[in-house]
């Protein structure tokens, strides 16, 4: 480590090898840079559907938590190894949507946006189910790789409350599954569906979309031009262009800030390895 500190007094500035550094430690924090994992799994969900339950189901001892970076808000991460394949599962903040009207939401959505996970698993609680789809069409705007778990289906049953889970992976184009996750009941079909919608094994019987008035269209499709000619690395512009044609006030302050940019590039940048880049650095001097 005392050669590293030493080396690093003749690296130019705009190199940044500590700068580096502290990118590595972010990725680790935002689940994105870990040794043995294969695929990275998002955990949403509005509050109070047992989404904790579902992600303590999935990850066992597995886990830690800590905080978001630059953030109060306490985020938990945790893996599971499922037919030989390593699973980093990020549990993120219980929130009611994705219009960054709050902190909560802001860093969903900035995972969502930027960390780009294999897979979205969606929490609902099913006797709250017209309230909790609401996040759900939010986040298939963003991703079509999701899934919605249908928590707490024992207190639906018990409340009379049926749900056709076909039909219902049929309008939404998604696979459903129907959990109790305290007693474990659909957890392992939960772990057999994330691999199916990674391996692209499960299919939606029919391709859902959302279908935009003309004019709309038009605009939608212009606004999506210069925002790749702008930001030719951000993903998920349609997205941004729809909140922008509502005139949020938050995506429009990210964009004319250069927010995303910023956070898409630190979020995906290829980690360094720190000895080997001083040590070419080294050589370079001789």
């Known amino acids: 480590m005392e050669k590293v500190k030493e080396s690093s007094r003749h690296l130019p ?6 700068r580096e550094k502290f990118r590595i430690k972010q990725l680790r924090k935002l689940g994105l840079n870990l040794d043995d994992w294969q695929y990275v799994i998002a955990l949403a969900g509005n509050p109070n559907t ?5 992600f303590n189901s999935l990850t066992g001892l597995r886990q830690h938590t800590g905080n978001w970076p630059g953030k109060t ?3 938990a991460e945790g893996g599971y190894t499922f037919n ?3 699973y980093k599962l990020v549990d993120l903040p219980g ?4 219009l960054s009207t709050s902190e909560d939401e802001e860093i969903a959505r900035n995972f969502l946006l930027f960390g780009q996970p294999d897979v979205t698993v969606i929490v609902a609680d099913a006797t709250r189910l017209q309230r909790n789809l609401n996040l759900t069409l939010q986040i298939l705007e963003i991703t079509p790789n999701a899934i919605l778990c ?5 207190e639906a049953r018990r409340k009379g409350i049926q749900i056709n889970t076909r039909k219902l992976e049929q309008h939404l184009g998604i696979p459903v599954v129907a959990t109790t996750a305290r007693y474990g009941e659909g957890i392992q079909e939960i772990l057999e569906t994330i691999e199916q919608v990674i391996s692209g094994e499960w299919k939606p019987t029919k391709k859902v979309e959302v279908v935009m008035p003309k004019q709309l269209e038009l605009s939608l499709l ?13 993903p998920n512009t349609r997205w941004i262009a729809l909140r922008l044609l509502e005139g949020d006030e938050h995506i429009i302050n990210a964009l004319e800030n250069n927010e995303f940019e910023q956070l898409f590039n630190s979020l995906n940048q290829t980690p360094l390895n720190l000895e080997n880049e001083v040590n070419k650095m080294n050589e370079a001097e001789f």
């Open 73 to 75: 808000v306490t985020r």
């Open 50 to 54: 047992g989404k904790s339950t579902v």
């Open 13 to 18: 500035s705009e190199h940044g090898l500590f």
């Open 222 to 234: 212009s606004i999506e031009k210069d925002l790749k000619q702008m930001y030719p690395t951000l």
């Open 84 to 86: 030989e394949k390593n």
């Open 95 to 98: 929130t009611y949507s994705l």
């Open 150 to 154: 249908l928590n707490l289906i024992d």
